[in-house]
């Protein structure tokens, strides 16, 4: 539940270079215009003359909103590390507009002075759990926003696996590999393997060929509440799993990943007036005439 004033805040960020460094500070003592700020960094090699320094256990202890500040990677990484805390989410985007960091470096005032005003709408949107369950081994498990993917661990040869939905079989393929996708998902690499473009408030997930042997192969877009099971079964061969592109590992042959909904949504606020399909339209060129 939203609190009705935000009084401690996290940023998140990723420098990337020195003009966004310059521009990270202009941040912080914008947000600290509204109260106190907890600063964290995925670089290593970040310079702050800021001192509050907090890790994620830190900021899901104190801070009661989360600033992103990179490009949707960015964000996708504090959504993974804070969903268990309840902490809503904004997005800043130092590059080009996107998906989910959706407040660009020139609005930033005009829009952070509504989000902290209380003009903003609320989003909620789902996790993929992932389950690996490897012989002999005990399970382990990783979070993605977009995508859970299995490919194979040789760059020319396609694996064989068999998928199935709560139990039940849905098919045997030989591909170079399955895209599981959230609806915020949809728009990454799913969709240029040919998936659907899902709104973010569908209750689904895509199962997508990576380029499959048999045509007849499509994708297809399943209920989130269904458990989705995909087993190795091709003998001397290994496929490679990975999580919004991180936490990799290898399956081999008869080793299974389990695919479920997390049991917690996590939250990004939108500026007043936000607009999914505007999104849509700039990022994908919808409507330009050639």
């Given amino acids: 539940m939203l609190t009705d004033r935000f009084t401690t805040t996290a940023l ?14 202009a941040i912080c003592k914008t947000l600290a215009e509204f109260g106190e700020v907890l600063v964290h960094s995925l670089d290593d090699d970040f310079q702050c003359d800021y001192p509050n320094i907090a890790d994620f256990a830190e900021i899901g202890q104190k801070a009661d909103l989360a600033v992103s500040v990179g490009g949707d990677g960015t964000l996708l990484t504090a959504a993974r590390n804070l969903v268990d805390y309840g902490i809503p989410l904004v997005g800043i985007n130092l590059g080009r ?23 903003y709408s609320v989003e909620k949107r789902f996790l993929l759990d992932g389950e690996i369950l490897q012989q002999g081994q005990p399970p382990i498990s ?20 068999e998928v199935y939905s709560d139990g039940q079989l849905i ?34 997930l895509a199962l997508v060929p990576i380029c499959p042997h048999t045509l007849s192969q499509r994708p297809i877009v399943l209920p989130s509440e269904q458990r989705i099971e995909i087993q190795l079964n091709q003998p001397g061969s290994a496929g490679l799993l990975s999580f919004d592109g991180h936490s990799r590992a ?6 299974r990943i389990v695919v479920t909904r997390h049991q917690k949504n996590f939250t990004l606020l939108h500026p007043a007036g936000y607009d999914y399909f505007h999104i849509l339209r700039a990022k994908l060129k919808w409507s330009n005439q050639p």
């Avoid at 998140?12 to 500070?25: E, N, P, W």
């Avoid at 996107?98 to 209380?118: M, N, P, Q, R």
């Avoid at 990783?142 to 696996?161: G, K, P, T, W, Y």
Wanted: hydrophobic share 40%.
């Fill in 97 to 119: 507009l996107g998906f989910l960091a959706d407040v660009t470096i020139t609005d930033l005032h005009e829009h952070l002075s509504g989000i902290f005003a209380g003009h």
């Fill in 250 to 255: 290898v399956l081999n042959c008869g080793d």
């Fill in 171 to 204: 098919n045997k393929q030989r591909a170079d590999g399955l895209i599981v996708s959230s609806p915020t998902g949809s728009t990454a690499y799913a969709l240029s393997g040919g998936g659907p473009i899902m709104h973010p408030s569908l209750n689904a």
């Fill in 12 to 25: 998140i960020v990723r420098q990337g270079s020195a003009q966004h460094a310059q521009q990270i500070r």
């Fill in 142 to 161: 990783h979070l993605a926003v977009n995508d859970i993917i299995l490919h194979s661990h040789q760059n020319i040869r396609m694996i064989e696996f």
